[in-house]
């Protein structure tokens, strides 16, 4: 069996490799769901945008019009929630366009999707966009559509920025001067600079240690806070652990939480004396 690894597909893999195998061996279908169909109609939308024959934006009537032709409908349960989602696209987009409007430039790419030889394996992926700044800098672009924007320690452990930097540095010959999620809920960005090769070297270990366990066949069940909203609930073998698994583990990642906002006053207060009297860090 060829192993084709993406983001997503690696993202399974390390939540739960039995979700894995149904998925992506098995060839069964994740559930329809609101949060999918939404995600996929902004990335749509956006798509439209940038993907024209000129440099010269749309109007934002012309960009709401996008949303509403590639609407995915898939998923919501009656046609209040499925407006409600509407509403909220038309919204975020209305911000990203007050705010990107004024810059508007084409990208080098958009959608681009690519596949990557590797050690065993084959990389693969879609990149939201390319931007080629006047500098002459290289920015890739992933759209988020999450309501809150994740953990800095769990950004610096995401695989994708990294995957997109190994396939355009294999592909493109070019290495990215940055590498962004953007969150289109927040309108915020969040972006790094292009790993080292130390650790992009760490990077591909960790893909390699997923194509191998995925070659020889290794798929236990794995509970994990995400199981009741997994596509295959229904069939897990694991399900019976379902239960008390999630309730243990929002109950260590509630005090966790409690503890992260005590460090982070904590980490303020020390921040406000160190400060000079401009409102600088004293060195």
């Given at each position: 069996?060829?192993?084709?690894?993406?983001?997503?597909?690696?993202?399974?893999?390390?939540?739960?490799?039995?979700?894995?195998?149904?998925?992506?061996?098995?060839?069964?279908?994740?559930?329809?769901?609101?949060?999918?169909?939404?995600?996929?109609?902004?990335?749509?939308?956006?798509?439209?945008?940038?993907?024209?024959?000129?440099?010269?934006?749309?109007?934002?009537?012309?960009?709401?019009?996008?949303?509403?032709d590639?609407?995915?409908?898939?998923?919501?349960?009656?046609?209040?929630?499925?407006?409600?989602?509407?509403?909220?696209?038309?919204?975020?987009?209305?911000?990203?366009?007050?705010?990107?409007v004024?810059?508007?430039?084409?990208?080098?790419?958009?959608?681009?999707?690519?596949?990557?030889?590797?050690?065993?394996?084959?990389?693969?992926?879609?990149?939201?966009?390319?931007?080629?700044?006047?500098?002459?800098?290289?920015?890739?672009?992933?759209?988020?559509?999450?309501?809150?924007?994740?953990?800095?320690?769990?950004?610096?452990?995401?695989?994708?920025?990294?995957?997109?930097?190994i396939?355009?540095?294999?592909l493109?010959?070019?290495?990215?001067?940055?590498?962004?999620?953007?969150?289109?809920?927040?309108?915020?960005?969040?972006?790094?600079?292009?790993?080292?090769?130390?650790?992009?070297?760490?990077?591909?270990?960790?893909?390699?240690r997923?194509?191998?366990?995925?070659?020889?066949g290794?798929?236990?069940?794995?509970?994990?806070?995400?199981?009741?909203?997994?596509?295959?609930?229904?069939?897990?073998?694991?399900?019976?652990?379902?239960?008390?698994?999630?309730?243990?583990?929002?109950?260590?990642?509630?005090?966790?939480?409690?503890?992260?906002?005590?460090?982070?006053?904590?980490?303020?207060?020390?921040?406000?004396?160190?400060?000079?009297?401009?409102?600088?860090?004293?060195?």
């Amino acid at each position: 069996m060829e192993i084709r690894l993406s983001y997503t597909a690696v993202s399974a893999y390390e939540r739960c490799p039995l979700s894995y195998r149904y998925q992506y061996v098995d060839g069964l279908e994740l559930e329809p769901s609101p949060h999918l169909s939404f995600g996929r109609s902004l990335h749509a939308a956006l798509q439209r945008l940038y993907s024209r024959d000129v440099p010269v934006a749309p109007t934002l009537d012309e960009l709401l019009s996008y949303l509403d032709d590639c609407w995915d409908a898939e998923g919501f349960k009656d046609p209040e929630e499925e407006q409600a989602y509407r509403s909220h696209a038309r919204e975020i987009l209305r911000a990203y366009y007050r705010l990107n409007v004024g810059e508007f430039r084409l990208p080098v790419a958009v959608e681009q999707r690519f596949e990557v030889p590797m050690d065993g394996y084959l990389l693969t992926g879609v990149v939201d966009r390319v931007d080629r700044h006047p500098d002459g800098a290289y920015e890739i672009i992933d759209y988020k559509t999450n309501r809150r924007l994740p953990e800095i320690a769990r950004l610096r452990d995401d695989l994708q920025l990294p995957i997109y930097q190994i396939a355009s540095q294999e592909l493109w010959g070019i290495t990215p001067a940055k590498l962004t999620f953007y969150y289109l809920s927040m309108n915020q960005k969040f972006t790094t600079r292009p790993l080292g090769e130390e650790s992009l070297s760490r990077v591909r270990e960790r893909l390699r240690r997923a194509a191998e366990a995925i070659a020889s066949g290794t798929f236990p069940p794995a509970p994990n806070r995400l199981c009741p909203w997994c596509s295959f609930r229904d069939i897990c073998p694991a399900s019976s652990l379902v239960s008390d698994a999630s309730q243990a583990l929002h109950a260590r990642r509630q005090a966790l939480l409690r503890r992260k906002e005590r460090l982070d006053e904590l980490i303020a207060e020390l921040e406000a004396e160190l400060a000079g009297p401009e409102g600088e860090p004293m060195p």
